[in-house]
């Protein structure tokens, strides 16, 4: 198993331009998140998927948009990219049923705007 | 606002040390306190996580301790080694909640 994985590893955008980084998970997991890392901040939610089709904000929405259109993606789209979106992103994915919540990590996208 | 808060920030200790992060919390909802740990170019990895039934939880090197009426937690690595350098994240969540809360980590150095 191949766990989850991110595509791709590291981004450069200029202000103003858009792209979708996609998150895969092969661990038939219900549950998917988007956090951004910052430093100082810790790991903010930004989106996440409790299933296929369904999607909700979370702690810092603003700017992204998602789309679970398949169970084992989620997609995080940036349409107008701004320098305070610089940040590297995670997705995580969890399994349903659990009753405490282990979340399972990618390696995360690097991304870069200027 | 900060869910969970964690200090220190950045943490050095030499081999053989005892390395120390803690956390606190307000929600007295919460009740699933996991840590993860990081390392360079790489995604968060769950370490060792305690509910609030138990007041310490060990996992070989790694303790978590958990002071419930001060709602405050904490992570001990004893005899810390070289290859325990990594970022550690502290977290809370509650039984059935979609997402975690995370503290805002803690860059740990053990130097040899």
């Known amino acids: 198993n191949a766990g989850v994985t991110q595509t791709p590893k590291f981004r450069v955008l200029k202000t103003g331009q858009s792209m979708t980084l996609l998150c895969a998970q092969d661990?038939?997991?219900?549950?998917m998140y988007w956090y951004r890392q910052d430093p100082g901040m810790g790991l903010r939610l930004i989106h996440y998927?409790?299933?296929?089709?369904?999607?909700a904000k979370g702690e810092v929405p603003d700017g992204y948009n998602v789309s679970r259109l398949k169970k084992q993606n989620f997609l995080l789209g940036l349409e107008s990219a701004a320098p305070s979106q610089t940040s590297v992103y995670f997705c995580?994915?969890?399994?349903?049923?659990?009753?405490?919540?282990?979340?399972?990590f990618g390696p995360g996208t690097r991304l870069t705007v200027l | 606002q900060q869910q969970v808060k964690q200090s220190p920030q950045s943490l050095i200790v030499q081999k053989g040390g005892i390395s120390i992060i803690n956390c606190a919390y307000e929600?007295?909802?919460?009740?699933?306190f996991p840590w993860y740990q990081q390392f360079p170019g790489k995604g968060p990895a769950l370490l060792i996580a305690?509910?609030?039934?138990?007041s310490e939880k060990k996992e070989g090197r790694f303790t978590i301790s958990f002071n419930k009426s001060a709602k405050q937690f904490s992570l001990h690595i004893m005899d810390s080694q070289p290859g325990d350098s990594a970022t550690y994240f502290c977290?809370?969540?509650?039984?059935?909640?979609?997402?975690?809360?995370f503290g805002t980590g803690t860059r740990l150095t053990v130097i040899p």
């Open positions: 995580a994915s969890r399994i349903l049923g659990q009753v405490y919540n282990e979340q399972f």
């Open positions: 661990m038939n997991h219900e549950y």
């Open positions: 998927s409790v299933g296929e089709g369904t999607t």
């Open positions: 929600n007295t909802a919460f009740d699933y």
């Open positions: 305690i509910r609030p039934d138990v």
């Open positions: 977290a809370a969540s509650r039984a059935g909640a979609n997402n975690l809360f």
